[in-house]
């Protein structure tokens, strides 16, 4: 069969082109949080509750209301609880329940990450997953930085034909991991998506580009709500947090960084 040269110019191009966008993720924990990352022009929503802690699974309200008024595709992080990620089988069979109301509302993919008590990766409870997610888009989170051999992590990853892994490259941010990063994405060859993140901003995510040539990126943008204090001495927990929302603003730094 002969193949006109000039469609192959033209798909050549197409290929480029995806090559050289960059897709930015945000990581939301609200409603109001997913609009402003809507409207700063993020790529794609990461949704969970309790970003501060590191995020759990939102739960069914805010699921049924983000699928109704975001446009983007949305991700859903699939974690019952916060600390490790040694999970016992009723965790699992908690995630794998969560993961099918996820996939039953529509939503274009889920987050997931399970690690053994020796910092492999659980193939066992992750292929249980995976089989639950379907047709899903799935990516392995930030787990992955705990496990000690990330070179065979990241094959294991990519034989599942797990779609992207979040990471810092083992480090406290991703510019501290610039170096593990970059080593990884060599490694992935355009097999699955490295979206670097931790601590990533319009201010420091030009030298990260440069450095690692990653094509997805992974941010909070969030800035901090100023909150109402009561005179009274009684407090609901020990240490009270701060409360974080995504900044608009932000986001669109972020987006003109990627752009340019």
């Known amino acids: 069969m002969q193949v006109n040269s000039g469609c192959?110019?033209?798909?050549?191009?197409?290929?480029?082109?995806?090559?050289?966008?960059?897709?930015?993720?945000?990581?939301?924990?609200?409603?109001?949080?997913?609009?402003?990352?809507?409207?700063?022009?993020?790529?794609?929503?990461?949704?969970c509750m309790a970003l501060t802690t590191g995020g759990l699974t939102p739960g069914p309200g805010l699921l049924e209301l983000v699928k109704e008024k975001i446009n983007i595709p949305v991700h859903i992080l699939i974690r019952p609880?916060?600390?490790?990620?040694?999970?016992?089988?009723?965790?699992?069979?908690?995630?794998?329940?969560?993961?099918?109301l996820v996939?039953?509302?529509?939503?274009?993919?889920?987050?997931?990450?399970?690690?053994?008590?020796?910092?492999?990766?659980?193939l066992w409870n992750l292929d249980r997953m995976l089989e639950a997610a379907g047709e899903l888009d799935v990516t392995f989170h930030r787990a992955f930085d705990f496990t000690e051999d990330k070179s065979q992590a990241l094959e294991d990853?990519?034989?599942?034909?797990?779609?992207?892994?979040?990471?810092?490259?083992?480090?406290?941010?991703?510019?501290?991991?610039?170096?593990?990063?970059?080593?990884?994405?060599?490694?992935?060859?355009?097999?699955i998506v490295v979206m670097p993140g931790a601590g990533i901003n319009a201010q420091n995510l030009p030298q990260l580009i440069e450095q690692t040539k990653a094509t997805e990126y992974h941010a909070s943008a969030k800035k901090e709500i100023p909150q109402t204090?009561?005179?009274?001495?009684?407090?609901?927990?020990?240490?009270e947090s701060h409360r974080y929302e995504t900044d608009v603003e932000e986001v669109g730094r972020l987006k003109d960084v990627l752009n340019g």
């Open 157 to 191: 990853l990519i034989e599942r034909d797990v779609s992207r892994v979040l990471t810092s490259g083992g480090a406290a941010s991703a510019h501290g991991g610039a170096a593990v990063l970059m080593s990884l994405i060599e490694q992935a060859a355009d097999r």
């Open 103 to 122: 996939r039953k509302l529509g939503f274009a993919g889920v987050v997931v990450g399970c690690l053994t008590q020796n910092h492999t990766l659980d």
């Open 81 to 100: 609880r916060i600390g490790d990620f040694a999970y016992t089988s009723l965790e699992v069979d908690t995630m794998v329940k969560s993961i099918g």
């Open 8 to 47: 192959i110019s033209r798909i050549w191009q197409i290929n480029y082109i995806q090559r050289l966008m960059k897709k930015l993720e945000i990581a939301c924990h609200s409603l109001a949080s997913a609009l402003a990352a809507q409207e700063g022009g993020a790529d794609r929503i990461e949704l």
């Open 229 to 239: 204090h009561s005179t009274s001495e009684f407090k609901l927990t020990e240490v």
